[in-house]
T-cell receptor, first 114, second 110 residues
Framework: NAGVMQNPRHLVRRRGQEARLRCSPM?????VYWYRQLPEEGLKFMVY????????ESGMPKERFSAEFPKEGPSILRIQQVVRGDSAAYFC????????????FGEGSRLTVL | SQQGEEDPQALSIQEGENATMNCSYK?????LQWYRQNSGRGLVHLIL?????REKHSGRLRVTLDTSKKSSSLLITASRAADTASYFC??????????FGIGTKLQVIP
């Protein structure tokens, strides 16, 4: 039973380019969370989605960032026109619907903006 | 914000000693969870305590929850070098939004 899969694990972009991070949740999980982590810091909540619906995007910057979780396929976190401050590790986690919120994490995608 | 705040932020102990980490939060919760993160890896769920529970055990882990003080503690007994990691508390509120604290970095010296 595969866990949460994130790709790419490492991504390098130049300022102004777009970054797309993908997350495939565990089988049977319908909810996906995205978090951002800077070195030596905690996880900052970004967005919480279920299939075809954004439940809470209160942690997402208003500009340049978007997330989706389509009916088919992985969840995508998209960062347009990246800046150096976007460099971080982005973690995805999934959970089952209606349960206690125990999360299963992927290994993260590390974005470096040159 | 429900974000938890752990203390201490860093803790260094000898193998065999007990390690205690604390977490405080600000708003009402459905449950509180503790996670572990090894350097460069994703988080791993350790233990969950519901808002109507006061104490829970799992192996060498003991978690307490005091909802009146909005605080929780994680105790790791008889620590091992392999316990070296960062530990995070996470609060679960309405709509299952899960919010993490800043973490405690634990170093266990062999």
């Amino acid at each position: 039973n595969a866990g949460v899969m994130q790709n790419p694990r490492h991504l390098v972009r130049r300022r102004g380019q777009e970054a797309r991070l993908r997350c495939s949740p565990m089988k049977g999980h319908s909810h996906v969370y995205w978090y951002r982590q800077l070195p030596e810091e905690g996880l900052k909540f970004m967005v919480y989605l279920q299939k075809e619906n954004i439940i809470d995007e209160s942690g997402m910057p208003k500009e340049r960032f978007s997330a989706e979780f389509p009916k088919e396929g992985p969840s995508i976190l998209r960062i347009q026109q990246v800046v150096r401050g976007d460099s971080a590790a982005y973690f995805c986690a999934s959970s089952r619907q209606g349960e206690t919120g125990e999360l299963f994490f992927g290994e993260g995608s590390r974005l470096t903006v040159l | 914000s429900q974000q938890g705040e752990e203390d201490p932020q860093a803790l260094s102990i000898q193998e065999g000693e007990n390690a205690t980490m604390n977490c405080s939060y600000k708003t009402s919760i459905n449950n509180l969870q503790w996670y572990r993160q090894n350097s460069g890896r994703g988080l791993v769920h350790l233990i969950l305590i519901r808002s109507n529970e006061r104490e829970k055990h799992s192996g060498r882990l003991r978690v307490t929850l005091d909802t009146s003080k909005k605080s929780s503690s994680l105790l790791i007994t008889a620590s091992r070098a392999a316990d070296t990691a960062s530990y995070f508390c996470a609060t679960v509120g309405g709509y299952q939004k899960v919010t993490f604290g800043i973490g405690t970095k634990l170093q266990v010296i062999p």
